[in-house]
């Protein structure tokens, strides 16, 4: 073949694939994944032959999308019996604009069966989404795995519809459910300088108190915040808050060290990831009888050593990791802190300080708490179980998270 026709062709080539033209994938929205247990598992009479309609809001905009589905811990394969995108016509409902509904493919087919562990990615589809734009996904199971993938905290309304209803503007018959199910991610192409952010956490990064469809997580200030100037517009905001996680252990979900990879690392386009944790891992070690000064210093060894480990691994992947001082919970009735734990607290938050581990430093605990009784939550920011942030504290949180990380990337 002449040189020239090599030429051509290589040209054809590159303007066909807009990610080689200076795009990239990134994500604009995400979840946590793990088991749905009890109330948060699928009901009996909705785990097969139903559509779940489910409403994200992304945070960067695109031209083109693509959705990850997660089977990461079924048991038995599930089949992805059609999916479509839409636009949700009205804040809580479960219609769609009109005509705005486009059908998910997988290369090429209608459905799909996700193996056992596995994720998958639909085929990109060409739908231009503008910065903080609500989507509803709707996915037809012929029949749910016994044992599910999903997230509970979606502090957004999903609904569940009886039959193949996927394709429909308005389905009769939804029945609301604040969860998530087999939902893991939407991706944007976005020019070549758009990346994301993960914040990483447990239920006060999950947005615990937060009423679905209000949007006022934490991060959905600061993701706000990033929409509204011009110089960080193109930066996407991943929650992947788990309420109740743990670092160290397994519990309400699996233990961060273990999902890391999964909720940051594989994820498209991520340059940041903010750690918020560790209360938890304190706080049970009062939960049911105090603790010994030596089951203290050891709590504390081991989250240093966890924040370490997570530092190495954003770092071998390129990843800046913004470390989050863990918040007061002095007066919690669950957890029963003392004076034994609050200096555990302290030495933590020392080390997210000072230690040089992490790439810059968010001090949600100086944010929150009170100034006259340091070990509490400042009244004003206090939901009232001396634990979790009002929606004001959330509010104060996202808008202290520093945009000028993020302008030079």
């Known amino acids: 073949m002449r040189s020239s026709h090599i030429g051509a062709l290589i040209a054809a080539l590159l303007a066909s694939?807009?990610?080689?033209?200076?795009?990239?994938w990134v994500a604009s929205w995400g979840s946590a994944q793990m088991i749905p247990l009890d109330e948060n598992a699928l009901p009996a009479a909705r785990a097969s032959d139903v559509t779940l309609r489910q409403v994200v809001r992304l945070s960067v905009g695109g031209k083109r999308l693509r959705v990850r589905?997660?089977?990461?811990?079924?048991?038995?394969?599930?089949v992805i019996g059609a999916a479509y995108l839409g636009r949700q016509a009205a804040p809580g409902g479960v219609a769609l604009v009109k005509g705005s509904s486009?059908?998910?493919s997988f290369a090429g087919q209608r459905s799909?069966?996700?193996?056992?562990?596995?994720?998958?990615?639909?085929?990109?589809?060409?739908?231009?989404?503008?910065?903080?734009?609500?989507?509803?996904?709707?996915?037809?199971?012929?029949?749910?795995?016994?044992?599910?993938t999903g997230h509970p905290g979606s502090r957004a309304t999903s609904f569940l519809i009886a039959g193949n209803r996927a394709a429909d503007d308005a389905p009769a018959g939804a029945e609301p459910s604040p969860r998530w199910w087999a939902l893991a991610d939407i991706e944007v192409e976005a020019p070549d300088d758009s990346a994301a952010v993960v914040a990483i956490g447990d239920s006060i990064t999950d947005g615990y108190g937060v009423k679905p469809d209000t949007h006022g997580r934490w991060t959905d200030a600061f993701a706000a915040r990033?929409?509204?100037?011009?110089?960080?517009?193109?930066?996407?905001?991943?929650?992947?808050?788990?309420?109740?996680?743990?670092?160290?252990?397994?519990?309400?979900?699996?233990?961060?060290?273990?999902?890391?990879?999964?909720?940051?690392?594989?994820?498209?386009?991520?340059?940041?990831?903010?750690?918020?944790?560790?209360?938890?891992?304190?706080?049970m070690l009062t939960r049911d009888a105090p603790a010994t000064?030596?089951?203290?210093?050891?709590?504390?060894?081991?989250?240093?050593?966890?924040?370490?480990?997570?530092?190495?691994?954003?770092?071998?992947?390129?990843?800046?990791?913004?470390?989050?001082?863990?918040?007061?919970?002095?007066?919690?009735?669950?957890?029963?802190?003392?004076?034994?734990?609050?200096?555990?607290?302290?030495?933590?938050?020392?080390?997210?300080?000072?230690?040089?581990?992490?790439?810059?430093?968010?001090?949600f605990d100086k944010i929150l708490r009170d100034p006259a009784r340091p070990n509490r939550l400042n009244p004003a920011y206090d939901s009232g179980d001396h634990l979790h942030p009002s929606m004001a504290g959330y509010r104060a949180m996202g808008q202290a998270v520093p945009l000028a990380l993020f302008k030079k990337h």
Request: glycine letters at 12%.
């Open 69 to 78: 589905f997660s089977n990461a811990f079924g048991t038995a394969p599930l």
């Open 293 to 363: 000064p030596a089951a203290h210093a050891a709590i504390v060894t081991q989250l240093i050593q966890a924040y370490s480990q997570v530092a190495a691994r954003a770092h071998a992947h390129g990843i800046k990791l913004i470390g989050g001082t863990i918040t007061p919970f002095g007066g919690n009735e669950y957890y029963h802190p003392g004076p034994a734990l609050e200096a555990a607290r302290q030495a933590v938050n020392h080390f997210i300080r000072t230690s040089g581990q992490f790439d810059a430093v968010i001090d």
């Open 226 to 283: 990033l929409r509204a100037d011009p110089a960080t517009r193109g930066i996407g905001v991943v929650n992947a808050g788990i309420g109740g996680n743990r670092i160290l252990l397994d519990g309400s979900g699996p233990n961060l060290i273990a999902r890391f990879d999964r909720d940051v690392i594989a994820r498209s386009g991520v340059r940041w990831a903010i750690l918020l944790e560790g209360t938890n891992d304190l706080g």
């Open 17 to 24: 694939c807009p990610a080689w033209a200076g795009e990239r």
């Open 112 to 148: 799909i069966t996700i193996p056992a562990g596995a994720e998958i990615y639909s085929d990109p589809i060409s739908m231009a989404v503008a910065p903080g734009g609500d989507l509803a996904v709707s996915l037809y199971l012929p029949t749910a795995p016994a044992v599910q």
């Open 102 to 104: 486009h059908s998910l």
